[in-house]
């Protein structure tokens, strides 16, 4: 029977998936990240048995929610507790009550199911600095669209170590966050103490793109540090392209930091948030 690890950011609008995607044998799938000053959280999905067509009730079921969740800093741990959010998928997941993320400490995290314990152990970077956002008017296919932008971010660098970063954004009537173009990207190759990226946010339609920084919306911005395992991860899935995958595992060389075999991260994460309007 073929089996397929749901990545964490699958979105349930449909009845079923087609079975266009490829397949993994990874047993587990984990999306688990601290934050500085925050309690970590940890979402768990199982691989689903199918063939040809993945029913959304299979995709639910999936969700794991009788894992044992802990972590430790070396000196305190925790049990994490299971809790409810409707508004994303897998909508239970496991969150901190006691250990904030602290910059300098080493965080292990231990899950433990159906007698497999799965282990890692990860830290928080620094928090990025956005020293300036521009616009510039967006191009279609070398035409300029007057009425939708590109940003463009100025970060501050430190040329003596190479940092690692993703990209989210919104609209501000938008209930949550989606990946940014580029999605990825770090300063291995940066040499300056500061260096401007351009930035867009569109999505495809009937295979058209279609611009979503309009003029005179609101929006949200977040710029996240990350640790260089979970850069690895998302590099791992989608290769060269540096937009969040939406369904499955496209590769078997995927890279993890999580022990036996599991598919995913444990991240440490530090995000530097900006909201702005998008000038004429």
């Given at each position: 029977?073929?089996?397929?690890?749901?990545?964490i950011?699958?979105?349930?609008t449909?009845?079923?998936?087609?079975?266009t995607?490829a397949?993994?044998?990874?047993?587990?799938?984990?999306?688990?990240?601290?934050?500085?000053?925050?309690?970590?959280?940890?979402r768990?999905?199982?691989?689903?048995?199918?063939?040809?067509?993945?029913?959304?009730?299979?995709i639910?079921?999936?969700?794991?929610?009788?894992?044992?969740v802990?972590?430790?800093?070396?000196t305190?741990?925790?049990?994490?507790?299971?809790k409810?959010?409707?508004?994303?998928?897998p909508?239970?997941?496991?969150q901190?009550?006691?250990?904030?993320?602290?910059i300098?400490?080493?965080?292990?995290?231990?899950?433990?199911?159906?007698?497999?314990?799965?282990?890692?152990?990860?830290s928080?970077?620094?928090?990025?600095?956005?020293?300036?956002?521009?616009?510039v008017?967006?191009?279609?296919?070398?035409?300029?669209?007057?009425?939708?932008?590109?940003?463009?971010?100025?970060i501050?660098?430190?040329?003596?170590t190479?940092?690692?970063?993703?990209?989210?954004?919104?609209?501000?009537?938008d209930?949550?966050?989606?990946?940014?173009?580029?999605?990825?990207f770090?300063?291995e190759?940066?040499?300056?103490?500061?260096?401007?990226?351009?930035?867009s946010?569109?999505?495809f339609?009937n295979?058209?793109?279609?611009?979503?920084l309009?003029?005179n919306?609101?929006?949200?911005?977040?710029l996240?540090q990350i640790?260089?395992?979970?850069?690895?991860f998302?590099k791992?899935?989608?290769?060269d392209?540096?937009?969040?995958l939406s369904?499955?595992?496209?590769t078997?060389?995927?890279?993890?930091?999580?022990?036996?075999?599991?598919f995913?991260?444990?991240?440490?994460?530090?995000?530097?948030?900006?909201?702005?309007?998008?000038?004429?």
């Open positions: 029977m073929k089996k397929i690890a749901l990545l950011v699958i979105v349930l449909s009845c079923a998936i087609e079975d995607i397949r993994k044998d990874d047993p587990l799938s984990i999306e688990a990240n601290i934050k500085e000053g925050k309690f970590a959280e940890v768990l999905t199982n691989s689903i048995n199918f063939s040809g067509i993945i029913d959304s009730l299979e639910a079921k999936s969700v794991e929610s009788k894992a044992k802990s972590i430790s800093d070396g305190n741990s925790e049990i994490l507790t299971l409810k959010d409707e508004n994303r998928f909508f239970f997941f496991y901190g009550t006691v250990i904030k993320g602290e300098g400490k080493l965080y292990n995290l231990s899950i433990t199911i159906n007698n497999n314990t799965y282990h890692s152990t990860t928080i970077p620094n928090q990025p600095e956005i020293i300036n956002i521009d616009f008017t967006a191009n279609e296919e070398g035409n300029p669209t007057p009425d939708f932008k590109d940003i463009i971010l100025t501050k660098n430190d040329i003596n190479t940092n690692y970063f993703k990209i989210l954004i919104k609209n501000e009537n209930s949550k966050f989606r990946d940014a173009t580029p999605f990825l770090n300063t190759n940066i040499n300056t103490a500061e260096f401007p990226i351009v930035v946010y569109s999505k339609e295979d058209t793109k279609i611009n979503l309009e003029t919306a609101t929006f949200e911005l977040q996240i640790t260089k395992e979970q850069f690895s998302w791992s899935i989608k290769d392209e540096t937009i969040l369904g499955a595992s496209l078997n060389e995927v890279n993890s930091n999580i022990s036996n075999n599991a995913g991260y444990w991240s440490g994460e530090n995000p530097t948030a900006i909201k702005f309007i998008v000038p004429e």
